[in-house]
């Protein structure tokens, strides 16, 4: 255990994200664009909290990833001496085996069968948690957020694509990164990029329901935000967009209601900041759907943007337990 | 430990059915016609196995099924005095909320919130186990049968209706008794008894497909197994409703696969013994529906129409561990 020093002159940063007191741990999230990174002092408390660019993808790319995690391990190090961080925590998009510590895939960052935890052990002399970015978000919304009252809970993020994490009886369930791929379960016959038929995310997703509304309308929109909107203001193309997107999610969490029965839905992502114009009509088509399945909950996230780096920083904690 | 007697003469049932060494149980499989018992012997050898009729629904039904279950038990134990059961296993359809001990629902035996396990308890002396008949074959399944090398698996049971069970990193995953629904999942518009629309099992149950058949061919058939051989006979009607039916199956597979990632998907009841006519378009089906996702393996259960009754007699040993 370290002394807090949150307080110190010239310490604060913009933007303070909190696990609660414990060790202090250093935590990574890095996405297709950008890493985010903190140090987590005894308090729980992050310093130097920040984006920074992630290398671009390439042959050598995880090689470059690791170098420059350490590099900023260093500088947060170098900035926050008495907070000494024993362990590291790193999450990573894509399909992740956790208990292997492989990054199996991932698109974006154009790598399969990385031996990422490997790597970071060996360079990082303390010990590495290694995960999945949304699983770990998923595990910070338990721990922290919306769903730390449920043992039985589903994450979904809903943005560019649509990600999901599943909280089965307490624990995270990975099923060696292949499990929670709710983005890509099928539920229709439309096309979608992953070369399946009836994803979810090609008709659910925001950037789904603006690319749909701009190609229908011929226009450009102010994102799903956008389409929302004209939806409300009785625009029919708008209006039909947004209601397919609210079907499709209702018929996927119908099917998760019948098949897991999660207490608690925890909805975050960019389109989640919709508010009552996405949970109220989800909520009333989701029960509309089902007959004496048990409902579940649908609440917003919690923690904002930062989940899956404060999941990061949980799971290095875990790493010392 | 008893001294197994399977050998001595008149002992040998007309069937046997083995769980394997251990403590002598009962065990007890209640549907909504008949009742499965047998006393399972140190080697684990059934004893007496026999089906019963249930004693009729109505307002005193829990009560008369435990009378009934006792008599039988009573008739076990006269039976075979050289394997005195230590435990009692009791499973039951419906909704079952196996850690609170009770029947939250069946339509068939007409009960709510029925106490089962302590009734049980109350009128028999030993550790009782009492859970959900699916799950408990979904674990028989496991610990002898198809998902034996499986953590994770889906067990289907495809007959009058389509239910399920979840096999989670090693445990039956039962959320109160509401997961596995995987027949009253929704994949489409289609009314459904239950009242919700679009069901599994509204198109792809055995049942189903053979009253959809006789709705639109307007004659009677040999139920499914008789619309299959209709099909592969190249009959119009019989061709689109078995289709019909391997795709809604495909469906929900393939959403089970995207979300929950089974090793292993283990399906039995009447359906199954259509062999190859039905696990190798359904295997071909599921492949086609999906892209990067890691494919389960299909394969029929194992343990016959007896694994309820096996999975309550491990589940009685369980109780006794």
């Not at 492989?102 to 002399?125: C, E, I, K, Q």
């Not at 909805?267 to 508010?275: E, F, H, P, T, V």
């Amino acid at each position: 255990m370290h002394a807090p020093d949150a307080g110190a002159p010239g310490s604060v940063p913009a933007r303070t994200a909190t696990i609660g007191p414990g060790r202090a741990v250093l935590a990574f999230d890095v996405g297709g664009t950008d890493i985010k990174s903190a140090l987590f002092d005894a308090t729980g408390a992050s310093r130097g909290l920040r984006r920074t660019p992630t290398p671009a993808p390439g042959p050598d790319g995880a090689h470059r990833l690791v170098d420059r995690v350490a590099e900023l391990a260093e500088e947060l190090r170098a900035q926050h001496p008495d907070a000494v961080p024993e362990a590291v925590g790193l999450v990573v998009p894509g399909i992740v085996d956790a208990d292997e510590g492989v990054a199996v895939f991932s698109s974006n960052l154009d790598w399969r069968d990385v031996p990422l935890r490997a790597l970071m052990s060996a360079r990082f002399g303390v010990p590495v948690a290694f995960d999945h970015d949304v699983r770990a978000a998923g595990w910070a919304e338990r721990r922290l957020g919306a769903a730390r009252e449920s043992t039985d809970a589903v994450m979904l993020i809903i943005g560019t694509g649509i990600a999901g994490a599943l909280l089965i009886d307490g624990r995270m369930h990975a099923a060696g990164g292949y499990a929670g791929e709710i983005g890509h379960a099928p539920i229709g016959d439309w096309p979608c990029s992953c070369g399946a038929r009836g994803c979810l995310e090609a008709v659910a997703s925001a950037g789904a329901i603006a690319r749909r509304y701009t190609e229908a309308a011929g226009t450009a929109v102010d994102g799903a935000r956008g389409v929302i909107a004209l939806a409300a203001a009785g625009e029919g193309t708008a209006a039909r967009i947004w209601e397919e997107a609210l079907d499709a999610l209702a018929l996927a969490l119908a099917q998760l209601t019948a098949v897991l029965a999660p207490r608690t839905v925890v909805i975050g992502g960019g389109l989640s900041r919709a508010g009552d114009a996405l949970f109220a009509p989800l909520r009333a088509r989701l029960a509309a759907r089902l007959s004496f399945h048990r409902l579940p909950d649908l609440v917003p996230a919690e923690l904002s943007e930062d989940a899956g780096l404060l999941g990061s920083a949980l799971l290095a904690r875990d790493a010392l337990t």
